[in-house]
């Protein structure tokens, strides 16, 4: 079996996804960065963006991070955030909606957060 | 029906009117006790590796930063006071303001400026009637506190505390709340916020014993550390804010049940004095008409003779 890392995703208010992984994708303030097991200890700041997750029975999964931070040590990885969504719970309408809302309205914070939501959605 | 009788029957119908609320009022403040329990339960994971982020950048590194390093003399200090919007909740707010004020008497007594920030109405309310100070104020959401409130509430002492003393900010950020012991204790705490002493955030980390690694860090350890403080205040008061609700719905049950019981009491005793004044009216009502009657006999016995 291949080697495996543990992932846990949390929101601020709650615990988003854990479990098991071999691969783990995420966009640092310095560029994208994937951590694979036995990777040295890493502590990174996150930007918004889709954080791609391989878990080992060879799914993907996805979600939408805004902000936060990735620490790596002792094959356990934490993904924090303050706000976290896996793509499968985000709705692509009210995303676009709003999307556009914050277009409208000119609310760069709302524009980035739906621009990223959606980009999850299309990496699934 | 007498009229002493009719007072105690109104009285008893009033009451039995008002323990019907305050059991009301119990139940629902018990069930919210119970989701409160269950948010401060959700945010501990982010609040535990959140420690553990700020505990490895703090050792892992030498790097300075404002938000770690105590100012030489410090002169001004920001108190955060955690309150309710709503009162029935027996001495919690009263609790809470006294721990402030305390804090607050303490911290002048070292010679610091103290500003007063508050959340809750009761807190706002208590100052603004003693017409002091309060350097900002937050209300509306202290029964069930989310994420962006708590952000909305550590936004102005971050830049209070990043601001030079000279220009109007503070050197010490320090928070009181009610911390939630269990469902019958809830204690008014103080704590200092910052400056952060790593000391007492290590103590706090779940693993004491574990000997963090040397982290890589991404950009670097300022950055990461810029970007992991004010996070960690919003964790912190988060957690704050959340424990405080918990706590306000276990007062108000415990103050509410105690109301309940005690209008039980007073319909117990008014049920009591009730039945004494009807048996009183009818023992009046017997003798009027034993009375009446005897005074009727007499009277015809008289004329007879």
């Given at each position: 079996?291949?080697?495996?890392?543990?992932?846990?995703?949390?929101?601020?208010?709650?615990?988003?996804?854990?479990?098991?992984?071999?691969?783990?994708?995420?966009?640092?303030?310095?560029?994208?960065?994937?951590?694979?097991?036995?990777?040295?200890?890493?502590?990174?700041?996150?930007?918004?963006?889709?954080?791609?997750?391989?878990?080992?029975?060879?799914?993907?999964?996805?979600?939408?991070?805004?902000?936060?931070?990735?620490?790596?040590?002792?094959?356990k990885l934490s993904l924090l955030a303050e706000i976290a969504e896996l793509s499968d719970e985000i709705d692509v309408q009210s995303a676009e909606r709003e999307l556009e809302r914050a277009k409208a309205e000119g609310d760069a914070f709302a524009e980035r957060r739906a621009d990223v939501r959606l980009r999850a959605v299309a990496a699934r | 029906m007498g009229a002493q009788l009719r007072v105690y029957k109104r009285r008893i119908r009033s009451v039995t009117a008002t323990k019907k609320i305050t059991k009301a009022m119990e139940m629902i403040a018990a069930s919210r006790v119970v989701k409160a329990q269950r948010k401060v339960a959700a945010s501990t994971p982010y609040a535990t590796e959140l420690t553990r982020a700020v505990t490895a950048v703090g050792?892992?590194?030498?790097?300075?930063?404002?938000?770690t390093t105590e100012a030489e003399s410090a002169t001004r200090a920001a108190v955060l006071l955690l309150t309710s919007d709503r009162g029935l909740a027996g001495a919690f707010n009263s609790n809470a303001i006294k721990a402030a004020e305390q804090l607050t008497d303490r911290l002048e007594g070292e010679g610091k400026e103290v500003d007063v920030y508050i959340v809750g109405r009761r807190g706002v309310a208590h100052y603004n009637f003693r017409e002091r100070k309060i350097a900002e104020q937050w209300t509306g959401f202290t029964d069930a506190p989310s994420y962006a409130d708590a952000k909305k509430v550590a936004g102005p002492l971050i830049e209070a505390i990043e601001t030079e003393t000279a220009d109007g900010g503070v050197d010490e950020l320090h928070i009181v709340y009610t911390e939630f012991v269990s469902m019958m204790t809830q204690t008014a705490v103080d704590s200092r916020l910052l400056p952060l002493s790593l000391e007492e955030v290590a103590a706090e980390s779940p693993a004491k014993d574990e000997i963090l690694p040397l982290y890589d860090f991404e950009p670097s350890a300022e950055d990461v550390l810029d970007a992991l403080l004010p996070r960690y205040v919003e964790s912190r008061i988060y957690n704050a804010l959340l424990q405080s609700a918990a706590s306000k719905h276990a007062a108000t049950r415990r103050a509410m049940k105690s109301a309940t019981d005690n209008a039980g009491d007073l319909i117990e005793n008014l049920t009591r004095?009730?039945?004494?004044?009807?048996?009183a009216d009818i023992t009046q009502e017997i003798s009027e008409i034993v009375g009446g009657a005897s005074a009727l006999a007499d009277a015809t016995a008289g004329s007879d003779r």
């Open positions: 079996m291949a080697a495996e890392l543990h992932v846990e995703l949390v929101a601020a208010d709650r615990s988003v996804w854990s479990g098991e992984a071999t691969l783990v994708v995420a966009r640092t303030a310095s560029g994208d960065i994937g951590v694979m097991p036995g990777h040295q200890p890493l502590l990174g700041v996150l930007e918004s963006g889709p954080v791609t997750i391989r878990t080992s029975e060879g799914g993907t999964v996805v979600a939408a991070v805004h902000g936060g931070f990735i620490s790596f040590a002792d094959n | 050792t892992g590194s030498n790097t300075k930063h404002p938000l004095l009730a039945n004494a004044a009807r048996q």
